[in-house]
């Protein structure tokens, strides 16, 4: 059975790595698809997360990286996957998710969403966070591959926090 895991990605962290090595102990095939979304401003570009991706999963034989910019159904169709996999943290996860299941269901009866719980260790761990430790100098070493460590680091060392945020919108003058 071939499994699609979507995501952003935008950095790769332990938890979506404890999802893939799951996901390919379950599935015969698991493709890790990176979403090219023109709607979000990622911090890394497409193709620095499948770098990164493909540097921490080296040792998963059954896995394929590739990327995507149709809905996640046209793509699991187009490359004959029955399974959207996707990991659940948090029950504020559940919400969206359960409605995008619904919705990819909806398009694509065929396909079936699988929700892997997290593990323990990794259930308050997000992409976003990790971004948020590493623009105030923090070290995610113990959240990310070592080799997204480093990049995160380089990234802020490069671009400190101030440029990064947007400087406050001007008054508005008064009103006559
Ligand atoms: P998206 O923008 O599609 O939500 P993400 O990269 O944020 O992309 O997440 C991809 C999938 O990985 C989602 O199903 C998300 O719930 C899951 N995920 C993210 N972080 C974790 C984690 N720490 N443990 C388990 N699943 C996770």
């Not at 952003?8 to 799951?22: A, C, K, N, Y």
């Not at 102990?25 to 698809?33: G, H, K, Q, S, T």
């Not at 896995?63 to 029950?91: I, N, P, S």
């Not at 623009?135 to 959240?143: E, P, V």
Request: hydrophobic share 40%.
């Amino acid at each position: 059975m071939i499994a699609v895991y979507p995501g952003s990605f935008d950095p790769i962290t332990l938890g979506h790595l404890d999802i893939i090595e799951r996901g390919c102990r379950l599935f015969e095939w698991v493709i890790v698809a990176v979403a090219r979304n023109p709607n979000k401003t990622p911090l890394f570009t497409v193709q620095q997360r499948l770098n990164q991706i493909k540097t921490c999963t080296q040792h998963l034989t059954n896995l394929e990286l590739d990327t995507f910019d149709t809905l996640t159904v046209t793509y699991a169709t187009k490359r004959k996957a029955q399974v959207l996999l996707r990991g659940l943290r948090v029950l504020s996860d559940f919400e969206y998710e359960l409605q995008m299941a619904h919705t990819n269901h909806s398009l694509s009866p065929q396909i079936e969403t699988v929700f892997l719980a997290t593990s323990n260790e990794y259930s308050f761990l997000s992409s976003s966070l990790v971004k948020e430790i590493a623009k105030f100098g923090g070290s995610a070493t113990h959240l990310v591959p070592e080799n997204v460590a480093i990049e995160l680091e380089e990234c802020f060392t490069k671009t400190p926090p101030s440029v990064l945020i947007p400087p406050p919108t001007a008054p508005m003058p008064p009103a006559d």
